[in-house]
């Protein structure tokens, strides 16, 4: 056996919580045989446990890669998280160790847009309302509170590959698109960046929200923001659980200022998928919530596993670490 080989065989890669089978296929291809997949998630003390003999670990949302866990991680080289988020990892700890993180922060940026429209389109027709009526024996034949996304005004926080992408499958709805970002973005298309987040909220008729989880934006979003839309405005976000504070937008539903919601991620989220979530919007008629699934389609999590894969494979070859 070759000393490269060796030293492949000696590469002991976790994989968890189902990462995508073409990233185990990739890693074969290129000769990395010592892979054990698991698809699940692993708690503190059975990962501190595991993580002691492995070099390269692969997770997505769920696994908590913590101080203490990494601690134990003496052979650990890097880390690769499956999804575009890096918060279930302890950054500084990593950082400390010489252990790059690398993420896939583009490889689901379609499969998030996608859903955004699909929300804003159920939620402008009252969609969720009507099914809920129909299958409990009503038929609520109306076009009352029911409208076209043509000619409604998207407002975009955070003009990132996620809201650039919205951004354009809104335009081809015929909808009109503002924006808001901390800098000055370039537009896809024909929208148009405005100044303040005021001015975005008071413009638009349905607010989508796609900002990183940040010091800054922990309940960015609150009563203060859910005042300043308009009335019957749709709140949409698919960002980051932690940015908006979901006891004001339930008020503002309850008082009806607010049309509608769809929210797919959460402060706290259940850790498996038998546990129930608890939310303040959960009973709603016109509030969507889906189980972070923004990146959940078959396509994203085929590119996914084969984006951090290859970044695996780089690194492990010659060390590279760009994009980490």
């Given amino acids: 056996m070759s000393l490269q080989a060796k030293q492949k065989s000696d590469s002991h890669f976790l994989l968890l919580e189902g990462i995508h089978q073409n990233a185990v296929t990739a890693l074969e291809q290129a000769g990395y045989n010592n892979i054990e997949y698991l698809t699940h998630a692993l708690d503190e003390e059975a990962l501190i446990e595991k993580i002691a003999q ?3 670990i692969g997770i997505r949302s769920r696994t908590q890669l913590t101080e203490k866990v990494l601690a134990a991680a003496t052979r650990l080289a890097a880390i690769g998280c499956f999804c575009i988020g890096t918060n279930q990892v302890d950054i500084s700890a990593a950082r400390q160790r010489g252990i790059p993180v690398f993420n896939a922060p583009y490889s689901n940026t379609r499969s998030v847009a ?3 429209i699909g929300q804003l389109i159920l939620l402008l ?3 969720p309302a ?5 299958h409990h024996g009503s038929w609520p034949k109306s ?3 029911a409208y076209e996304a043509r000619g409604k005004t998207l407002g975009i926080v955070g003009y990132g590959s996620i809201g650039s992408q919205l951004s354009v499958l809104a335009e081809g709805l015929g909808m009109q698109v503002i924006y808001y970002d901390i800098v000055t973005k370039l537009p896809l298309g024909n929208a148009n960046q ?3 987040m005021h001015e975005l909220l008071s413009q638009a008729d ?3 929200l796609h900002v ?3 010091p800054s934006t922990k309940n960015m979003i609150g009563q203060s923001q859910f005042e300043q839309m308009k009335t019957d405005a749709i709140f949409i976000n698919a960002a980051r659980g932690t940015c908006v504070n979901l006891a004001e937008l339930a008020d503002a539903i309850d008082s009806q200022h607010l049309a509608g919601a769809a929210i797919d991620v959460f402060p706290t989220e259940p850790k498996s998928n038998d546990e129930a979530l608890s939310s303040p919007l959960i009973g709603k008629e016109n509030v969507i919530l889906t189980p972070h699934i923004g990146g959940s389609t078959v396509e994203a999590q085929q590119n996914i596993g084969l984006e951090v894969a290859e970044k695996f494979i780089q690194f492990a070859n010659c060390g590279n670490t760009i994009s980490a």
């Fill in 130 to 134: 009507k099914n809920h009526a129909v």
């Fill in 212 to 214: 990183p989880e940040l």
């Fill in 143 to 145: 076009a009352k509170n």
């Fill in 125 to 127: 027709r009252g969609i």
């Fill in 194 to 196: 405005v100044g303040t």
């Fill in 54 to 56: 492995v070099r390269f």
């Fill in 114 to 116: 996608e859903l955004v």
């Fill in 206 to 208: 349905v607010v989508s």
